[in-house]
């Protein structure tokens, strides 16, 4: 929108430039004609009369005197009807030179609006198009190659990050397996373990599974990022979200926690990753399990209002600070200290990955009476209603 206001404001500005010259000119030429118009009334005014000639009499000179009258009115008539037709031409000449000034500007400005159009179609998915503005060498062309060239410094840059997040993901997978495998060596030794041996391992291990959720993150994210959608289908959105709150009822037990779901009338379906899908719902009732008092209520909805797909999970507890829950969908933020828990940090953000990933939005509102909504929202070519 800011970009349609800039753009507008720069034509707006060339017509009236160009409106102005236009005008100007039109002053100029009524000025040279209202001169001219006035040096030919006041030559004919100051013809001399001279002395009467002989012979001459007074009837003769009443002619005279009635026809220099007579004269001087015609030349008032006509300067009026000059000034007045000089004055309708230059409204005319102001109203044409706005239109045609207007018209200059877009015609100027046309090149400006197609290298506008096709950066904006340019996101961080297909960094890989270039605007390959054709046309002569001329400032316009300057301006494409460019952004041409920034896009391909921007593609490299996008690239060695998700190489690097991948890759250093991939590394540290084989350091922590053989610590692993080292705290169960260690552990199952005939001799007797020493208790201490075995907390410590314990505990061990817990932080390794910690670690090894947290790089699980930063590869689907990784994924996400670059648009890697593996095994595309259509499913089922309320199959997904059953199966996820089937999987966690033990969790869902521990904490005396009530669910509710609810759906709409018709089964929502989804086209996309399944891995990717699954995992967004999981992260959603992971989080608000995770998050939630003993004893407290979780509601999930889904539904369609025929173009977007959504999904709605409403969780209780005290009221949040509405700009820190805005800031949830970022890597590493968190409620406090009692939102901490033992999770990467990465719940949210990942949703917001795969939702973005497929078209989609998350949605995250502080809940006036207490509590956090989370919202899915997926564009209709992402829920078509055909059966898998």
Not at 270 to 275: I, K, N, P
Request: proline letters at 4%.
């Amino acid at each position: 929108m800011r970009l349609g206001l800039s753009r507008r404001t720069v034509r707006s500005r060339f017509t009236a430039l160009y409106g102005a010259v236009f005008l100007l000119s039109g002053v100029g030429l009524l000025a040279i004609v209202a001169v001219v118009a006035s040096g030919g009334t006041r030559t004919s005014e100051a013809a001399p009369a001279g002395p009467p000639a002989s012979g001459w009499t007074a009837e003769s000179q009443a002619r005279i005197h009635q026809l220099q009258d007579q004269l001087a009115q015609v030349h008032a008539a006509q300067s009026r009807q000059l000034l007045t037709a000089s004055l309708i031409a230059l409204g005319v000449m102001a109203v044409a030179s706005v239109v045609l000034g207007r018209l200059v500007a877009g015609r100027v400005l046309r090149p400006l609006r197609t290298v506008t159009a096709a950066t904006r179609r340019i996101t961080a998915e297909n960094l890989h198009e270039r605007l390959a503005v054709p046309g002569p060498a001329d400032e316009v062309k300057d301006l494409a190659d460019t952004i041409d060239e920034l896009l391909e410094r921007l593609e490299g840059a996008f690239a060695a990050q998700r190489r690097f997040v991948a890759n250093a993901s991939h590394e540290l997978r084989t350091p922590l397996a053989t610590m692993r495998a080292s705290l169960d060596v260690a552990v199952a030794k005939p001799e007797p373990v020493p208790a201490q041996t075995t907390a410590l391992a314990g505990r061990l291990r817990t932080e390794l599974d910690q670690v090894d959720r947290l790089l699980d993150g930063f590869l689907v994210l990784a994924r996400t990022q670059h648009g890697d959608l593996p095994d595309h289908t259509t499913l089922s959105l309320g199959s997904v979200v059953s199966e996820a709150l089937a999987a966690r009822a033990a969790d869902i037990a521990a904490k005396g926690l009530t669910v509710r779901e609810t759906a709409g009338r018709d089964d929502v379906r989804l086209r996309g990753s399944r891995t990717l899908l699954r995992r967004m719902v999981d992260n959603v009732i992971d989080n608000a399990i995770a998050h939630n008092h003993d004893g407290g209520w979780i509601r999930v909805a889904t539904e369609t209002d025929g173009a977007t797909a959504h999904l709605v999970v409403d969780t209780g507890g005290p009221v949040l600070d509405a700009r820190q829950v805005a800031e949830l969908a970022q890597p590493f933020r968190r409620l406090g200290a009692d939102r901490t828990g033992s999770g990467s940090g990465l719940g949210l953000s990942i949703v917001a990955s795969i939702a973005a990933a497929h078209g989609g939005e998350l949605d995250l509102r502080a809940r006036p009476e207490g509590g956090l909504r989370v919202g899915i929202s997926l564009p209709v070519h992402m829920a078509a209603g055909v059966p898998s």
